[in-house]
């Protein structure tokens, strides 16, 4: 997507006072200015306020015709998409490297037993644990983590399977599938990775029916959204040892509540949505944000375009 270059994109900042972003916008070219009339664009900080702060921005200043979101899920700020002829953009595929960095991590810790050593008291006999060597895996959706997530993979010479709504290859996959194929190739699973958009359609993608397709031997990660798992299904289907574990950096509900059966599950391991934390989001949100500054200044398509009716 791209519209008639601006030389110098008057951008907006919310909240304001936030030096990275207002760095990356003075570096590529674009004015920082108060949020005012003459704001063409605006970028939104990380958290509650700064989500709060947009929503009051664009009721009060129609004109601005760009909006970049600092996340990758977009479901917060659906009600605003219809406000105005504005572009929007957001950071999917901006922090694919440290989440898929920390899906490896799930998938390694989930294969070698960890959630169960890592509680223990006692030194554990026999040894338990399988390798990720030569595995079979699937990845469920097609952007930018599960790209990252296929080269982290490799050495390991997993086959992996790509499960999308494209039959468009993705590079690095053994195979691409689309999303109506999941059941035929959940049962050949050892490892199964969600990684696609919290979209209507996806929500409960994994559940009762399609967890026991999986061998009992398979663990699930989870770095996209909780509610893409049904949450209840994965618990019994851990306790009852249909599935050999579980990875979870996102869980349905969030935050999981003290107490829920998945805390204490030996079978399963929680990180509380921490795949990319701030220290590792603010330069690569900061890219982002000078990726489409340029675009806008030069007229060239944006990066990482919303699709209202996609959802992602």
Not at 112 to 131: E, K, N, V
Not at 158 to 164: A, C, D, E, L
Not at 181 to 201: I, N
Request: aromatic share 4%; proline share 8%.
């Amino acid at each position: 997507m791209s519209r008639d270059p601006i030389p110098e994109p008057a951008i907006s900042v919310v909240p304001e006072g936030d030096a990275v972003l207002e760095g990356a916008i003075r570096e590529a070219g674009g004015r920082v200015v108060p949020l005012s009339a003459e704001t063409e664009g605006i970028v939104c900080g990380h958290g509650r306020a700064a989500h709060d702060a947009l929503t009051d921005a664009l009721s009060a200043w129609a004109q601005v015709r760009w909006v970049q979101l600092p996340s990758a899920g977009i479901e917060a700020y659906a009600h605003l998409f219809g406000d105005g002829d504005r572009d929007w953009t957001c950071a999917k595929g901006a922090y694919a490297e440290p989440v898929a960095e920390h899906a490896l991590l799930l998938i390694l810790s989930c294969l070698r037993d960890l959630p169960h050593h890592a509680r223990t008291r006692t030194w554990l006999t026999p040894r338990t644990g399988r390798s990720l060597f030569d595995r079979r895996g699937v990845i469920i959706g097609g952007g930018g983590i599960a790209t990252e997530l296929l080269r982290m993979l490799a050495p390991f010479r997993v086959s992996t399977t790509i499960v999308r709504r494209s039959p468009v290859p993705v590079a690095g996959a053994d195979r691409t599938v689309t999303a109506d194929r999941l059941d035929e190739v959940l049962p050949e699973a050892d490892v199964v990775v969600v990684a696609a958009a919290s979209t209507a359609e996806t929500v409960r993608l994994l559940d009762a029916r399609r967890l026991a397709l999986l061998p009992p031997e398979a663990v699930i990660v989870n770095i996209a959204r909780g509610p893409l798992i049904d949450t209840d299904a994965l618990a019994d289907a851990l306790a009852a040892g249909r599935l050999a574990a579980a990875g979870l950096d996102v869980t349905d509900p969030e935050p999981l509540p003290d107490g829920h059966p998945l805390w204490s599950e030996p079978r399963c391991v929680i990180t509380s949505h921490h795949a990319d934390t701030e220290d590792m989001m603010s330069p690569l949100y900061a890219r982002r944000v000078r990726e489409n500054v340029r675009a806008l200044r030069d007229g060239t398509p944006l990066v990482g375009v919303v699709d209202p009716v996609a959802g992602y």
